[in-house]
């Protein structure tokens, strides 16, 4: 203890001395500045719905696959594809091999089409990070989408291209 005096500044000395809680609470909140984040956790995904619009003639009037992908861990984060063609051609495996680490909320549909809501996986809001990935055939619809920081989201699949539209 009489080291831990020494180490203090006089003044913060003296006001120790006429307030004994004052030591507390300066100790109080230094565990809360030295916990930083990692006192409330990771942060977690802000997105609770999505809908899904397909225009007349999106995706040269074909299906189209549309995978969101609810991430628990930041490693399988990361170590997921960056193209929609990348994810749709390892989807199974990729799902076997992450087990738990990923849920998928999976929807289908036409030209002319809306899914909304789209089926949120039971345990959603737990999600680190959240992707979309298009089975589109143009190539400008073809990258993942980060979807984490939005509130709501709407994609939309045109002829040619897919766009995104959230609240955060």
Same mark, same amino acid.
């Given at each position: 203890?009489?080291?831990?005096?020494?180490?203090?500044?006089?003044?913060?000395?003296?006001?120790?001395?006429?307030?004994?809680?004052?030591?507390?609470?300066?100790?109080?909140?230094?565990?809360?500045?030295?916990?930083?984040?990692?006192?409330?956790?990771?942060?977690?995904?802000?997105?609770?719905?999505?809908?899904?619009?397909?225009?007349?003639?999106?995706?040269?009037?074909?299906?189209?696959?549309? @995978?969101?992908?609810?991430?628990? @861990?930041?490693?399988?984060?990361?170590?997921?594809?960056?193209?929609?063609?990348?994810?749709?051609?390892?989807?199974?495996?990729?799902?076997?091999?992450?087990?738990?680490?990923? @849920?998928?909320?999976?929807?289908?549909?036409?030209?002319?089409?809306?899914?909304?809501?789209?089926?949120?996986?039971?345990?959603?809001?737990?999600?680190?990070?959240?992707?979309?990935?298009?089975?589109?055939?143009?190539?400008?619809?073809?990258?993942?989408?980060?979807?984490?920081?939005?509130?709501?989201?709407?994609?939309?699949?045109?002829?040619?291209?897919?766009?995104?539209?959230?609240?955060?």
């Amino acid at each position: 203890m009489k080291r831990l005096v020494k180490l203090l500044p006089e003044g913060l000395l003296r006001a120790i001395r006429v307030r004994p809680s004052l030591l507390l609470a300066a100790g109080l909140s230094a565990a809360v500045l030295v916990a930083g984040c990692s006192w409330f956790g990771p942060t977690r995904t802000a997105l609770h719905e999505v809908t899904v619009v397909a225009q007349s003639g999106a995706n040269n009037k074909s299906a189209t696959r549309v @995978d969101v992908v609810f991430i628990y @861990d930041t490693v399988s984060a990361a170590a997921l594809p960056r193209t929609g063609p990348d994810w749709f051609n390892h989807r199974d495996d990729l799902r076997i091999a992450m087990g738990s680490k990923i @849920d998928v909320a999976s929807v289908q549909l036409p030209a002319n089409q809306v899914v909304a809501p789209v089926t949120m996986p039971q345990r959603y809001e737990k999600a680190l990070v959240v992707y979309c990935y298009v089975n589109f055939v143009a190539a400008a619809g073809q990258g993942v989408a980060d979807l984490t920081q939005f509130e709501r989201v709407r994609i939309t699949l045109s002829p040619n291209t897919v766009t995104y539209d959230g609240t955060r």
